[in-house]
């Protein structure tokens, strides 16, 4: 059978009961013992300064028993009673913040993740309630972006659905006609579902730290020179121009070179979307230590009040006009995400009608290095 659990409180104050006990025990035990040998001691110093107490000696080591055992059972019954309610009082206090943990946590596991703990003016219960809050808080955040991804990933799907039902319902009635064109819509949009879900599925393994950076030196001028040409090679006539600006002073980086493909790419593509006219500039440059590489463009540009978001899953200035041109609502969180894996980091500034720059950062081998050799040297000291 499954021994009964013994709650806190009650372990709590029997251990002071057991403290008690055992000092008054020990306090009883030794008063017993010494007390009266100390009092025959005093009683030969008094008849040794002449006093004779020969014959009430007995009587007054009676006395003397009695009286301190009398006094030793007061004190002990109103200390027991002093100190076991002293002692329900603490055990209460201590455990009182615990209780409302508890309610709490069965409150968030029921949905109710609105709830946060008190400050305690017991300084560790404090700190444990504090904790517990700033779980509470990272949970409440896990929990909406899970329904705001719930959300947008149903949006996102319902429209391309949506086309394809209307599509695929009027050629099996008959009132379309099956031709190349509607085969090619229908795939268009089949093509936009496939690239959502795998954009969805590569954040979700970055998030979760499962997906792999393999860094190394790398040479910068040859990678972007690569992505520029393949961008200019693709591009019709009246369109942008793509430019590359990158010192052959450049010093290495120690990246991955197909994710940071993968990010310019990404940049890319969106500088080219919402830019008909002007030109799309990749330029590399030192700032503060950090080597730069920045995608300006001359194209639309984003709203002041809109560039805090513009890094966020499903986020779009434009819903209609973007959903159109092609874009997940991902590759700009996935871009954030890769440079932050890197141990970069990544801005946007923006001006409507003037354009955007996108810039990202990047550790040169020369960085790690020194930070290397600082760790080493902390390590020695």
């Known amino acids: 059978m499954e021994k009964p659990k013994v709650s806190l409180r009650s372990r709590l104050f029997f251990s002071h009961v057991v403290v008690m006990v055992v000092g008054l025990l020990t306090l009883l035990a030794i008063g017993k013992i010494s007390s009266p040998r100390f009092f025959i001691f005093y009683l030969r110093q008094i008849e040794v300064d002449g006093l004779s107490v020969r014959q009430g000696r007995t009587q007054l080591i009676r006395s003397f028993d009695d009286a301190w055992s009398k006094g030793a059972f007061w004190s002990v019954a109103i200390g027991a009673v002093t100190a076991g309610g002293l002692s329900y009082l603490i055990s209460q206090r201590i455990v009182q913040p615990l209780i409302q943990m508890e309610e709490i946590t069965r409150k968030f596991a029921a949905g109710n993740l609105q709830e946060r703990l008190p400050a305690n003016e017991i300084p560790e219960v404090d700190q444990l309630a504090s904790s517990f809050n700033q779980m509470a808080a990272t949970l409440e955040g896990v929990e909406q972006r ?6 947008d990933l149903t949006h996102e799907l319902r429209t391309p659905l949506t086309v394809l039902k209307g599509y695929l319902e009027g050629l099996a009635d008959g009132t379309i006609d099956p031709s190349s064109d509607i085969y090619e819509r229908l795939a268009r949009e089949t093509t936009r579902m496939q690239r ?3 954009d969805l599925q590569e954040l979700s393994k970055m998030e979760a730290g499962y997906l792999p950076i393999d860094s190394r030196p790398l040479e910068l001028q040859p990678l972007l020179a690569s992505i520029v040409n393949r961008f200019a090679d693709q591009l019709i006539e009246n369109s942008p121009q793509m430019l590359l600006d990158c010192p052959a002073e450049t010093p290495r980086v120690l990246a991955d070179p197909e994710r940071v493909e993968q990010i310019l790419v990404n940049l890319i593509s969106n500088a080219l979307r919402y830019t008909t006219a002007g030109s799309v500039l990749v330029e590399v440059y030192s700032e503060n230590d950090k080597l730069w590489i920045a995608v300006v463009d001359t194209g639309h540009g984003i709203a ?28 700009l969180a996935i871009c954030r995400r890769l440079v932050e894996l890197h141990g970069g980091s990544i801005e946007v500034s923006s001006q409507l009608d003037r354009g955007s720059t996108f810039r990202f950062s990047l550790p040169t081998v020369r960085e790690k290095l020194t930070l290397r050799k600082l760790g080493e040297a902390k390590a020695g000291h």
């Open 304 to 331: 002041e009040a809109d560039l805090p978001h513009v890094f966020e899953r499903f986020w779009r200035a434009d819903r209609s006009r973007d959903r159109h041109s092609g874009g997940t609502g991902v590759g």
């Open 146 to 151: 899970r329904r705001e991804l719930v959300g």
């Open 196 to 198: 959502l879900v795998n």
